[in-house]
């Protein structure tokens, strides 16, 4: 590197380092951040397991050692072990703009996939025109994997044709033969975040239900599930909810459609008298329909203690503070690595990007590696993405600023 162009770099860094200072005075969510575990590590991976909130382990050191320990069996009432599901439900829903009673917490996403989507083949086939040549499940063709296995197993067992689409292409993929479409709000991938309102009103035209897979938008961006008429969704706990690892998914069904969702996984908790222990079947009301088996307690009640750092925190702003970071991002990565080493496969417009920014890179695998070893923490995305999530919640633009610093330098020294 020749001396102008190492002097126009110092520029840069010190110019992008004041500014980043700048904004993080004026963050209003900046005080949220002691509200976790962190160090000194830039942690850029809360879309795949969020950060630890501080108050979580003393939770659940109190639920193990005086609700289950002293308390036993008691506690199923008294601590309100049975009713759970529910009530974490309904501490989710303003995150995902839903109104109370719509939303159930248990089993993980992969299997909530399954019980909204083989539930939605059979109300679309519920008598209707045309409703028993309802033959086809259309996929998004770009899904993460689980959400593609899926929907094929649950197309064998219902009789369907499964079809991937690319999320832009759907419309016109759409027909009477559609009987459900699973879609991702956000690309797991690229960031890409889709037009949940328009592609809801296009599958419900043509007489079909949208599942939408909200596990890279919930906690990260408003989803607003009751104005958009969402039929159906699930989504993950563990990314931008800090629910802990392998924390439950939630489960939504809009409220006109829960005496109509049929599960394929009708258990004891969701029978409308559970301690009836009776040979028949018969659903409860509500939500909790979606439930199964007994609920994952310590999992979930770590989950209900983590979801306390959202108390006075809106996700409006949270969205802004996160379009501000990732836009810094890509101009802290413009400023600083050498054009053309990288390049972003998010989305530019606000209105198409979720809370990441994936940066294609031929030597991805080998440069993350280098950048956790700087105390950088993002992820590789099979075959070449370098992904960096943020979560408004604990990251600052200062991480933002070094992060972006630390890449071109691993990138300068591997050339
Ligand atoms: C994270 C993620 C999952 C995870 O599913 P699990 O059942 O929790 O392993 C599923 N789908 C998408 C789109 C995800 O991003």
């Not at 197993?153 to 009987?179: D, H, I, Q």
């Not at 009751?226 to 939504?252: I, M, R, W």
């Not at 070449?384 to 990251?395: A, E, M, N, Q």
């Amino acid at each position: 590197m020749s001396e102008p162009e190492s002097m126009t770099e110092l520029e840069a860094v010190s110019e992008l380092g004041a500014e980043a200072e700048k904004l993080d005075v004026a963050d209003e969510l900046a005080a949220l951040r002691a509200r976790f575990v962190l160090d000194e590590t830039v942690y850029l991976d809360g879309n795949s397991l969020g950060a630890l909130p501080a108050n979580v382990p003393d939770r659940v050191a109190d639920v193990v050692r005086r609700q289950w320990g002293r308390l036993r069996i008691r506690s199923w009432e008294e601590s309100g072990w049975w009713t759970a599901p529910e009530r974490i439900g309904d501490r989710i829903a303003p995150l995902v703009g839903a109104a109370p009673g719509q939303i159930v917490v248990g089993d993980s996403t992969s299997v909530n996939i399954f019980k909204a989507l083989v539930a939605a083949v059979r109300m679309a086939r519920e008598t209707g025109d045309g409703a028993h040549g309802r033959d086809e499940i259309l996929v998004d063709a770009t899904t993460f994997p689980t959400d593609g296995y899926i929907a094929r197993s649950a197309a064998r067992m219902t009789g369907c044709t499964l079809r991937p689409v690319v999320p832009g292409e759907l419309p016109g993929a759409l027909s009477e033969r559609t009987a459900a479409v699973l879609l991702n709000h956000v690309d797991y991938r690229t960031g890409r975040l889709h037009d949940l309102p328009s592609l809801t009103a296009a599958v419900h035209a043509v007489g079909a239900y949208a599942v939408w897979d909200l596990c890279h938008s919930a906690g990260a961006l408003p989803v607003g599930l009751d104005e958009h008429g969402v039929g159906l969704a699930v989504g993950c706990t563990y990314k931008y909810l800090n629910g802990g690892p392998g924390s439950p998914a939630f489960l939504y069904v809009r409220r006109d459609l829960q005496d109509r969702f049929d599960s394929p996984l009708p258990g004891w908790n969701s029978h409308a008298e559970p301690f009836g222990m009776r040979p028949d079947y018969e659903p409860a009301q509500g939500a909790l329909r979606g439930r199964v088996g007994t609920p994952d307690i310590l999992s979930l009640l770590a989950l209900e203690a983590a979801l306390e750092v959202w108390d006075g925190v809106s996700i409006e702003a949270v969205r802004a503070k996160s379009l501000a970071l990732t836009d810094f991002f890509l101009k802290c990565v413009t400023a600083y690595v050498p054009a053309g080493r990288v390049e972003s496969v998010t989305p530019a417009a606000h209105e198409e990007r979720g809370s990441q920014v994936a940066l294609r890179c031929p030597d991805a695998g080998d440069v993350m590696k280098e950048l956790i070893q700087r105390g950088v923490v993002g992820d590789f995305r099979h075959p070449d993405v370098l992904r960096f999530g943020f979560t408004p919640l604990y990251v600052g633009f200062g991480d933002v600023e070094r992060a972006a610093r630390v890449l071109a330098s691993v990138l300068l020294r591997r050339a």
